[in-house]
């Protein structure tokens, strides 16, 4: 019953609520917003911007890899009402399968998106599963960070926000990083991601401070 509802129910609210949120684009030098560029591309952002994702880039067959633990089960049957592609897998659970269904997303012309720190964390440490894509397809990892200006934040693992209704949002996308194919420089790529990932965040948490707001939170 819950595998049948809950998405539906989800999916609704996240209409509801995303109808009614206005979103706007950081970009440090030289870069365009992920979701307007050309072509295949990966990405990667914190598991605590879930939700407002699935409604930023709604509707543009975007792969992302979802656990295949129940709870990633309610998350895939949503996020596929929305547009997405789940594709089944993660660091804990069936990780190659997920990598292989990846590199088979990208390869169909697909933007494919990591949750990095997911699925159960820590908080804001990237896990190497967007960077061993880039390195297997030859391309690079982009990182951004989704940051309601008003939002609720959970009191879980993830610190995952739920925005609020008629909120602004901002989206802060950093440089991507390219991953060479030597496994030599792989530690090296990893952590660059790591930094990407950071500068978004400072990126986004800026910006409502200069717009003399610090981003609202309330615990639940």
């Given at each position: 019953?819950?595998?049948?509802?809950?998405?539906?129910l989800?999916g609704?609210?996240i209409?509801?609520?995303?109808?009614?949120?206005?979103?706007?684009?950081?970009?440090?030098?030289?870069?365009?917003?992920?979701?307007?560029?050309?072509?295949?591309?990966v990405?990667?952002?914190?598991?605590r911007?879930?939700?407002?994702s699935?409604?930023?880039?709604?509707?543009?067959?975007?792969?992302?890899?979802?656990?295949?633990?129940f709870?990633?089960?309610?998350?895939?049957?949503?996020?596929?009402?929305?547009?997405?592609k789940a594709?089944?897998?993660?660091?804990?659970?069936?990780?190659?399968a997920g990598?292989?269904?990846?590199?088979?997303?990208?390869?169909?012309?697909?933007?494919v998106?990591f949750t990095?720190?997911?699925?159960?964390g820590?908080?804001?440490?990237?896990k190497?599963?967007?960077?061993?894509?880039?390195?297997?397809v030859?391309?690079?990892v982009?990182?951004?960070?989704?940051?309601?200006?008003?939002?609720?934040?959970?009191?879980?693992w993830?610190?995952?926000?739920?925005?609020?209704?008629f909120?602004?949002?901002?989206?802060?996308?950093?440089?991507?990083v390219a991953?060479?194919?030597?496994?030599?420089?792989?530690?090296?790529a990893?952590?660059?991601?790591?930094?990407?990932?950071?500068?978004?965040?400072?990126?986004a948490?800026q910006?409502?401070?200069?717009?003399?707001h610090?981003?609202?939170?309330?615990?639940?």
């Amino acid at each position: 019953m819950a595998l049948f509802a809950v998405p539906r129910l989800a999916g609704l609210w996240i209409r509801l609520i995303g109808s009614t949120l206005r979103f706007e684009d950081v970009c440090e030098p030289g870069v365009r917003p992920g979701h307007l560029a050309p072509g295949p591309g990966v990405f990667s952002f914190w598991h605590r911007g879930l939700l407002t994702s699935a409604w930023r880039f709604r509707n543009l067959g975007i792969g992302i890899l979802i656990s295949r633990s129940f709870d990633g089960e309610l998350i895939a049957r949503t996020v596929e009402r929305l547009g997405f592609k789940a594709v089944r897998g993660s660091s804990s659970r069936g990780g190659a399968a997920g990598l292989l269904g990846m590199e088979t997303a990208y390869r169909e012309g697909r933007i494919v998106a990591f949750t990095a720190d997911g699925p159960r964390g820590p908080v804001y440490v990237a896990k190497p599963g967007a960077a061993k894509l880039a390195q297997a397809v030859g391309g690079t990892v982009g990182a951004f960070c989704v940051l309601p200006q008003r939002a609720w934040e959970l009191k879980s693992w993830d610190r995952f926000q739920i925005p609020k209704p008629f909120s602004r949002v901002v989206t802060c996308w950093s440089l991507p990083v390219a991953v060479p194919a030597e496994e030599s420089e792989f530690a090296v790529a990893q952590q660059a991601v790591q930094q990407a990932l950071d500068r978004a965040q400072v990126a986004a948490e800026q910006h409502w401070v200069a717009e003399g707001h610090s981003a609202a939170r309330s615990s639940q």
